[in-house]
C-alpha cells in the first residue's frame, strides 16, 4: 500500500554537521503521526524540508504516489502542506488578524489588491475556536508568548490544506491551552487531514499520536505503533539506550550549608510578586516553568543586564549591589545565556579571542594586550573543558553547538567564578556533548561553585538537580526537592496549578 | 494616532512661533511658500519612507534629483533631443525606476547592504549628473511654460500646485501602504522578514518595490525641482537631500528598523523639516547660527514627541 | 513644556524689536573669507546709513537655496535686496518672478543674464580682472612657458570671464579687445591652446573643493613636469597650488599668479614664492550694495552718484554697472593705481576683517 506522504533517503548537511542521513518517513491520510527525538536529532530540519523551508541535499518526497518538488514554502502551500514552526514567526508590529492571514489576505479592489475588512471577522472566527482571548486589533507585540504561539497555529489553520506540520506547538501553552488544541487536531483527524507532530512533551504524544517515528542523530532511530507509544520506549529509541545510563547528578549537598547567594524580594516588574529563593554551595537548582514564565529575565536581572525595581542580592551573607553586568562579573555571578550564538559569543572572532573577552584587563598591560598574552590560559580551558577545535584561532562560529558551549563556559572559568547561571545549556547540543556539558557542571558543584540552570527540558532538570524551582507568569510558583521532584509536579506548578500536598 | 501627539504639538508650536514673527502683511504669502515647500519635499519623504518601512535606507535620493532634474533638462532643451514633455517627463521617470530597480536587485539578489548600495549610488549618479550636463547649469529658460505652468505656476484653489500634486501622492500611498496586500507585505517585512517569507511572501519582489518606487518619486522631485528653479546645477544642488527626507520619515515615526510609520506622520515630521528653516529666515537667525538652532530645534522636537508618547509597554 | 516655550519666546522678542529702518538684505553665493570681508562692508554700511541689514552667507552654493531665502525675506517684508548669483543665465526668470516690484533688488559680484529686472550691477569686471592676471603671467615668464589654470567650477560666469581675459593678455590683445570676438573665439579654443610663445595645456575644476584643487595641482605636476607657471582664479586656488608646488620642490621652478587675499597667497607673495594675486575688493561690493539700495529705497528706484573714485560707473545696453577696481598686489608696488605692495595690503585687510 502506498502512503499518502512519503519521504525516502532524506539527506541533509549543513557546515559541520549531517542533520539528516538517509532519512525515511511515511504518513496515510489522516493519521497523527508524531517525531520524537532529542534536540539535535533532526525532527525540525525534517520538518523543514517537508514545508519547502529548507531543501535536501538528496532524497525523493512522494505526494499521493507522485514525486513533487517543494523547492519554495509557496510551493509548499499549494501542495496543501502548513507548517507551524518551532519558532515564532510573526510580524510583531502587525494586528493580530494581519499575522494570521499573511500572506493570503482576502482580497477586494481587483488590481489595488485592498485588503478586505472581513478579515477581522474571519480571524476572530478561528481564534475563537483556539481559544485565544484577545482582540483581532490588537499587536501582536503586546501578546503574551502562548498568545503568540496561538497566532502561529491560527495562521496555518486559516488556509485549506491536507498536511498540518506542528514543531513544538505547545512548548509555551498552558495545559488548558494545550487540551484545546488537541481538540483541534482529533477534530482535523476527522476530516482526513494528516497531522505531522513534534513535541518534547512525551505524555502529549502517548494520547494523540497515531504512530510514533523516532529520530536519533539524523538516522532514523525506530517506529512505534499505537499499542507500543509508552514513555519509556520512545526515551529508549531517542537517547539509544535505558533511561538509567541517563546522567546522575551525585547528590552531595549538605541541607544545612550556609546559603552562597540568596536573592531576596526581587522584582523586575511592576505588579509583580517578589522573589526569594537561595542557593548553597555546590548545589545545582534546576529552573523549570513555561517559555515566557520569566525565568530569563529573572536570570538577566540577577546578572545585571536587566533593572532590579526591588530587591537585595547576597553573596555567602554579603549585601551586594548590581545594577550593571560589571558589578555582577566582579562579585563572581556569572551568565551562560539561552542563545549562545547571539549573547554568549562574538561569532565572527576566534575561540581564544572568546575566552580571553572577559579576562582581557588581567592580560593587557595599560590596556594593550600582548600578541600571544592568555595563549597558555586558553590552552588549559580547552584541555581542561576538552573543546575540539582546529586551533586557538578558528572563528567560533564553526565549531558544533557543544563546543560553543564550553567556550562560553571557558570564558568564564578564566574569571573566579561563584554562580553560574545557566540559561537552557543544552539547547540544540548533540547527546554526547550534553553528557560533557552535565559532568562540567558537575564538577563545577564538586568545586562549591553555585549553579542555576534553568531549563525547559524535563528530563534534564529531573536528573541534574538537586532541587527544583518552578516559575509561573514571572514569579515563583513552587519549590520542589528530593522524592518530589517529578515531571508531574512540575508541569502542574509549571502551569498554574497546585501541588497537591 | 496617539503616537503623533508629542509630534503635532511641537508643530502647532512652532506654527504659532511663526505666526508671531512672521510680519502680518507677509503671513499669506508665508503660508503659501511653506505649504509648497511642504509639498514639494513630501514626495521625496514619501519615497525614503517606503524603503525605510521595509528596513532598508536610500542615500542616493539627492543624487537621483539632481541626475533626472538635469536629464530632464536635456532631454526638453538640448539641440539633439528637444523631446515633448508627454516623451520625457516619462523616460525621466523611468530612468528613476530602473535606478531603484538596480538597487533592489543587488540589495535582494546579491545580498549588499542597503547603505552601501545607495551611498555608491549617491556618488555614481551625481558623477553621471555632471558629466552628461558637460559639469554646467542646465535650465530650460524660457520654455516648456505648458509643462511649467501644469506642475508648478499658479494655485489650485488658493493652494500651491505642489502641495495639491502631494496631497495626491500622498493619498495614493495611504491607499498603498496602509489599505492595499502591497503595503501590508511591506511592513511584515520591515517588521519581521523571514515571517514574511515563511507566510510564502515573495519578499524580494516587494523590496525592489520599495526601492523603484522610493528613485521614482525622486527622479519626479527632480523634475518639480527644475520647474521650481527653472535650472539644476549638478555639482552642488541636491546636497543632503536624502537626509531631509529621511529625517523627514523618522521624524514623522517610521523606525530606521522597519516596519513602522504613517503618511500622516510622514507628513507632519516633513513639515516641522521645513517649518524650521523657514522660522530661522524670520528671525533673521545670521547664517552661521542657522543650524545650531535647527538642529537644537529638531532634538527638541524629537524629545517632546518622545515625553509625549503613552508610556513604552514592556518589552 | 519649558522648551517648548522657547521658540514663542524668541519669536516675540522678533515681533518686539521690528523698527522702520530700510531693511536690506545682501545674500552671497556661498560662505568663504571673501564674503566675511563683504560683510564687515555691509555692517559698516548699515551704521553709516542707519539701514537694517540682513547679510546672508547659504551653507551650500545653490540657486535653490538663494531661492528659499529669498522667498522667505520677501515674506519678512525685505525692501531691498542685493545677491550674488550662482547661475546667471537660469535663475533670471526665477528672480524675476519671486520678487515683487516693490522690492529693490541689485546683482552683486555675480550678475544675471539678459532681461533680469535687477537695478544695477556692483562688482568686479572680471575680464578685465582676468586680462590683469594674464599681463601678470606674462611678467613673471617673459620668455614663454606652459601655463595650467585652476578653477572651482567653469559653468560660472566670473570663472569663465576671468579665464577669457587671461587668455586674451597672454595673447598679447589689448584690455580693449579682451572682450572681443578673437578672445572669445582662442577661450573656447580646445587644448593645448597655442598663445604665442605661450600654451595654455589644461583648466583644472574642484568643483570649489580645495583638497581637490591640491590634488590636481600634485597630478598636474606629475603629468606635465615641463608646466612652469600655475594661475589660481578663484581664491583658494592659490593656497592649494603654493602647497603643491613646495610639496614638489619646485617653488622655485614654477611661478604663481591668482586671485584674491587668502592669508597664504598674502605670505606667498611675501616669500616671493607668489608672483602676484589680483584681488577684489569685497568690502566695497559690501559696503555699496547696502548704499545703492538705501539710496533706492529714499528716493524710490533712483540710483547713486555718489561713488568712491575706485568705481567706474558704465552704462551698458542691459543696465547700470558700477565696476569695482581689482588691485594687484605684489611684494613690491611698483606704481600702478590701484596697485600696492602686500604689506600695506595685508594691514589695511587685517583692519577691515575686523
Known amino acids: 500500500m502506498s502512503h499518502f506522504l512519503e519521504a525516502k533517503k532524506i539527506c541533509k548537511s549543513f557546515p559541520g554537521l549531517q542533520a539528516l542521513n538517509n532519512v525515511d518517513l511515511n504518513v496515510n491520510k489522516g493519521e497523527i503521526l508524531a517525531v520524537v527525538g532529542e534536540n539535535g536529532a533532526g525532527k525540525s530540519t525534517l520538518m523543514k524540508i517537508l514545508g519547502g523551508v529548507i531543501n535536501p541535499d538528496s532524497g525523493e518526497i512522494l505526494l499521493d504516489g507522485q514525486t513533487v518538488n517543494i523547492a519554495s514554502i509557496p510551493q509548499a502551500q499549494k501542495l496543501g502542506i502548513a507548517l507551524i514552526h518551532q519558532e515564532l514567526h510573526l510580524a510583531e508590529n502587525l494586528n493580530v488578524a494581519a499575522n494570521i492571514f499573511l500572506g493570503q489576505e482576502p482580497r477586494r479592489g481587483g488590481i489595488l489588491r485592498l485588503i478586505d475588512n472581513k478579515i477581522y471577522d474571519l480571524a476572530n472566527q478561528i481564534m475563537q475556536e483556539l481559544g485565544l482571548n484577545c482582540s483581532p486589533h490588537a499587536l501582536v507585540s503586546e501578546l503574551s508568548v502562548g498568545q503568540k504561539q496561538l497566532v502561529e497555529i491560527a495562521r496555518a489553520l486559516s488556509f485549506q490544506f491536507r498536511i498540518l506540520i506542528m514543531d513544538e506547538p505547545t512548548a509555551s501553552l498552558s495545559l488548558d491551552e494545550s487540551k484545546r488544541l488537541f481538540g483541534i487536531i482529533k477534530a482535523l483527524k476527522e476530516k482526513d487531514v494528516t497531522v505531522l507532530y513534534i513535541s518534547h512533551r512525551l505524555k502529549e504524544i502517548e494520547e494523540i499520536a497515531d504512530r510514533v517515528l523516532v529520530l536519533r542523530d539524523g538516522l532514523n532511530s525506530g517506529e512505534l505503533q499505537k499499542s507500543e507509544i509508552k514513555h519509556e520506549a520512545m526515551v529508549r529509541l531517542m537517547v539509544g539506550r535505558e533511561l538509567k545510563q541517563f546522567f546522575q547528578h551525585a547528590h552531595r549537598v549538605q541541607k544545612t550549608a550556609e546559603p552562597l547567594l540568596r536573592v531576596e524580594a526581587l522584582r523586575y516588574l511592576e505588579n509583580q510578586k517578589p522573589i526569594t529563593f537561595d542557593i548553597r554551595p555546590g548545589e545545582i537548582v534546576g529552573m523549570s516553568g513555561l517559555a515566557g514564565s520569566g525565568r530569563t529575565e529573572l536570570a538577566e536581572t540577577i546578572t545585571g543586564l536587566r533593572p532590579m525595581l526591588t530587591g537585595e542580592v547576597f553573596l555567602k551573607g554579603e549585601n551586594i549591589s548590581i545594577s550593571s553586568p560589571a558589578d555582577a562579573i566582579r562579585a563572581g555571578i556569572f551568565l551562560v545565556p539561552e542563545d549562545r550564538r547571539l549573547h554568549g559569543l562574538v561569532l565572527p572572532a576566534s575561540v581564544k579571542d572568546n575566552i580571553l573577552l572577559a579576562s582581557l584587563n588581567n592580560i593587557g598591560h595599560l590596556g594593550i594586550i600582548p600578541l600571544r598574552g592568555g595563549d597558555s590560559l586558553v590552552q588549559d580551558m580547552c584541555e581542561k573543558l576538552t573543546i575540539k577545535t582546529p586551533s586557538l584561532n578558528q572563528q567560533v562560529g564553526f ?24 540559561d537552557e545549556p543544552t539547547q540544540g547540543i548533540d547527546v554526547g556533548a550534553k553528557a560533557e556539558i552535565y559532568a562540567l557542571m558537575d564538577e563545577l558543584a564538586k568545586d562549591g561553585i553555585g549553579i542555576l540552570m534553568i531549563s525547559s527540558d524535563l528530563e534534564e532538570i529531573l536528573h541534574v538537580s538537586d532541587r527544583v524551582l518552578v516559575m509561573h507568569h514571572a514569579s515563583l510558583a513552587g519549590e520542589l526537592e528530593g522524592k518530589d521532584i517529578s515531571e508531574e509536579s512540575i508541569m502542574k506548578l509549571a502551569t498554574g496549578g497546585l501541588v497537591a500536598a | 494616532m496617539k503616537k503623533l501627539t508629542g509630534l503635532i504639538v511641537f508643530l502647532v508650536v512652532l506654527y504659532i512661533a511663526l505666526a508671531i514673527a512672521v510680519p502680518s502683511q507677509g503671513f499669506a504669502l508665508n503660508n503659501y511658500n511653506l505649504a509648497e515647500r511642504i509639498g514639494q519635499y513630501g514626495v521625496i519623504s514619501l519615497g525614503a519612507a517606503l524603503v525605510i518601512i521595509t528596513g532598508g535606507i536610500d542615500l542616493s535620493i539627492g543624487s537621483v534629483v539632481v541626475l533626472s532634474a538635469t536629464a530632464c533638462a536635456i532631454l526638453l532643451t538640448d539641440k539633439s533631443f528637444g523631446l515633448d514633455p508627454m516623451l520625457a517627463l516619462p523616460l525621466v521617470l523611468g530612468g528613476g525606476a530602473v535606478i531603484g530597480l538596480i538597487h533592489g536587485l543587488l540589495i535582494t539578489k546579491m545580498n549588499l547592504p542597503p547603505f552601501m548600495v545607495t551611498l555608491c549610488g549617491l556618488f555614481i549618479y551625481r558623477g553621471v549628473a555632471r558629466t552628461i550636463s558637460g559639469n554646467m547649469s542646465k535650465g530650460i529658460g524660457n520654455q516648456c511654460i505648458e509643462l511649467r505652468h501644469f506642475l508648478y505656476e499658479g494655485d489650485i484653489f488658493g493652494l500651491p500646485r505642489f502641495l495639491v500634486i502631494y496631497i495626491i501622492l500622498a493619498i495614493i500611498a495611504a491607499i498603498f501602504l496602509h489599505f492595499s496586500v502591497y503595503g501590508r507585505y511591506l511592513y ?14 515573495a519578499t524580494d519582489k516587494y523590496k525592489i518595490l520599495s526601492y523603484v518606487l522610493c528613485s521614482t518619486l525622486a527622479a519626479f522631485f527632480g523634475i518639480l525641482f527644475l520647474m521650481k528653479n527653472n535650472a539644476v546645477t549638478p555639482s552642488s544642488d541636491g546636497f543632503f537631500l536624502e537626509l531631509y527626507a529621511i529625517a523627514g520619515a523618522v521624524l514623522g515615526g517610521c523606525s530606521l528598523r522597519g516596519g513602522e510609520g504613517t503618511v500622516i506622520g510622514i507628513t507632519i515630521g516633513t513639515a516641522i523639516m521645513w517649518i524650521l528653516p523657514n522660522l530661522t529666515n524670520m528671525w533673521g537667525v545670521p547664517s552661521e547660527l542657522e543650524f545650531i538652532v535647527i538642529g537644537s530645534a529638531l532634538l527638541l522636537g524629537a524629545i517632546m514627541d518622545e515625553k509625549l508618547r503613552p508610556a513604552a509597554k514592556n518589552a | ?48 546709513f542707519n539701514a537694517d541689514v540682513d547679510f546672508r552667507m547659504p551653507a551650500l552654493m545653490t540657486a535653490a537655496e538663494q531661492h528659499r531665502i529669498i522667498e522667505d525675506l520677501v515674506a519678512r517684508g525685505i525692501q531691498g535686496i542685493a545677491i550674488s548669483v550662482v547661475d546667471s543665465a537660469n535663475q533670471t526668470s526665477v528672480l524675476n518672478r519671486i520678487i515683487p516690484e516693490r522690492v529693490h533688488f541689485i546683482t552683486q559680484d555675480g550678475d544675471l543674464g539678459e532681461g533680469s529686472r535687477r537695478k544695477c550691477y556692483i562688482g568686479t569686471d572680471n575680464v578685465s580682472a582676468g586680462w590683469r592676471v594674464g599681463k601678470l603671467i606674462r611678467e613673471a615668464i617673459p620668455d614663454g612657458g606652459k601655463i595650467v589654470i585652476f578653477v572651482g567650477k567653469l559653468d560660472v560666469s566670473n570663472a569663465r570671464e576671468r579665464r577669457q581675459g587671461v587668455i586674451a593678455a597672454i595673447a598679447g590683445l589689448p584690455l580693449t579687445q579682451s572682450k572681443g570676438d578673437q578672445a572669445h573665439k582662442l577661450a573656447s579654443d580646445p587644448y593645448p591652446v597655442a598663445l604665442g ?30 608646466v612652469n607657471c600655475l594661475v589660481g582664479l578663484w581664491g583658494y586656488n592659490v593656497p592649494a597650488m603654493i602647497a603643491g608646488v613646495r610639496r614638489e620642490k619646485r617653488e622655485n621652478q614654477i611661478k604663481l599668479v591668482g586671485f584674491d587675499e587668502e592669508e597664504m597667497t598674502l605670505q606667498g607673495i611675501k616669500d616671493g614664492v607668489v608672483h602676484a594675486s589680483v584681488v577684489q575688493n569685497p568690502y566695497v561690493f559690501g559696503y555699496e550694495s547696502v548704499h545703492i539700495l538705501d539710496h533706492c529705497i529714499k528716493t524710490n528706484g533712483n540710483l547713486p552718484d555718489d561713488m568712491p573714485k575706485n568705481i567706474e560707473l558704465e552704462k551698458l545696453s542691459d543696465g547700470s554697472h558700477y565696476f569695482v577696481a581689482p588691485r594687484v598686489i605684489k611684494k613690491t608696488d611698483d606704481g600702478g593705481l590701484f596697485d600696492m605692495d602686500v604689506d600695506t595690503f595685508a594691514t589695511d585687510l587685517k583692519h577691515k576683517k575686523g
Open chain 1, 399 to 422: 565549531l558544533s553547538g557543544g563546543n560553543q558551549q564550553k567556550v562560553v563556559l571557558a570564558k568564564w572559568l578564566c574569571r573566579k567564578p561563584r554562580v553560574i547561571i545557566f
Open chain 2, 188 to 201: 511584515a517585512i520591515g517588521g519581521n522578514e523571514k515571517a514574511a517569507k515563511y507566510s510564502g511572501i
Open chain 3, 197 to 226: 610663445k605661450y600654451t595654455l595645456i589644461d583648466t583644472k575644476t574642484d568643483n570649489a573643493d580645495k583638497e581637490k584643487c591640491y590634488a590636481n595641482v600634485l597630478d598636474t605636476l606629475i603629468k606635465h613636469p615641463e
Open chain 3, 1 to 48: 513644556m519649558v522648551g517648548a516655550m522657547i521658540p514663542l519666546m524668541v519669536s516675540l522678542y522678533v515681533r518686539l524689536h521690528q523698527n522702520n529702518k530700510p531693511k536690506i538684505a545682501v545674500i552671497t553665493n556661498c560662505a568663504v573669507d571673501f564674503w566675511t570681508i563683504a560683510g564687515k562692508g555691509a555692517k559698516a554700511a548699515a551704521k553709516d
